[in-house]
């Protein structure tokens, strides 16, 4: 156990074994309850560009074959990390590192390796994490909700859109002057320039 606790603080593994202390004691606060689950994870968005593809992109389809955005981002580092971490103890704790020159080679190898192995560990869970965040534009649309304001037309009207907690309080416009305060509306579509859906009375569709 000492050797092992030696090794993991000394070169070549002490880089990977600072990346495994970082992902551990990120899961410990999402079991306590003082961080968040989706705290770190980002939305990394690697469509390729309509204008064309460019140099950028092409690295992003690169990202995209290691599942990164497939997978949380915690959960792909927490599984390159110990690889890294888990090759580094087994093959280099050995190794006589005099400069960052000797490291290099291990550091490369050790590298290569743990992402075709994270590749290999995540490809399973991909789509098991795809999810479309509550209350967005488009989620909300061809749903009904009910007027508050006394009237709506082309420059003011409210609504409430019931959700599992408390309503959603909306901005809404419509042609149709007969749409008074209870009555029931379908979104129909939205004007980001004024951040207000468009309804239709929902007794007055076919």
């Not at 140099?55 to 690889?83: K, Q, Y």
């Not at 590192?97 to 991909?126: A, C, E, H, W």
């Not at 901005?171 to 129909?188: C, P």
């Amino acid at each position: 156990m000492i050797e092992l606790l030696h090794a993991s603080l000394n070169w070549p593994t002490l880089p990977a074994t600072v990346l495994v202390a970082i992902c551990v004691l990120y899961w410990l606060s999402v079991i306590v309850g003082v961080l968040d689950f989706d705290l770190l994870d980002f939305d990394l968005d690697f469509d390729i560009s309509a204008d064309g593809p460019s140099i950028l992109d092409f690295g992003f389809i690169g990202l995209r074959f290691l599942n990164l955005g497939e997978v949380p981002i915690m959960v792909w580092l927490s599984i390159f990390s110990l690889s890294m971490w888990l090759l580094s103890i087994n093959f280099d704790s050995k190794a006589e590192i005099q400069s960052f020159m000797d490291y290099l080679p291990l550091f490369l190898r050790n590298l290569g390796i743990s992402l075709v192995v994270t590749k290999l560990v995540t490809q399973p869970f991909k789509g098991y994490f795809q999810f479309t965040p509550p209350n967005q534009i488009e989620t909300l649309l061809g749903k009904s909700c009910r007027v508050t304001s006394s009237t709506v037309n082309e420059k003011f009207g409210q609504a409430e859109l019931e959700t599992e907690g408390a309503p959603l309080k909306l901005h809404i416009r419509s042609e149709d002057e007969t749409i008074q305060k209870g009555d029931l509306v379908r979104l129909a579509d939205y004007n980001q320039e004024t951040q207000a859906f468009y309804v239709v009375k929902i007794n007055q569709e076919s």
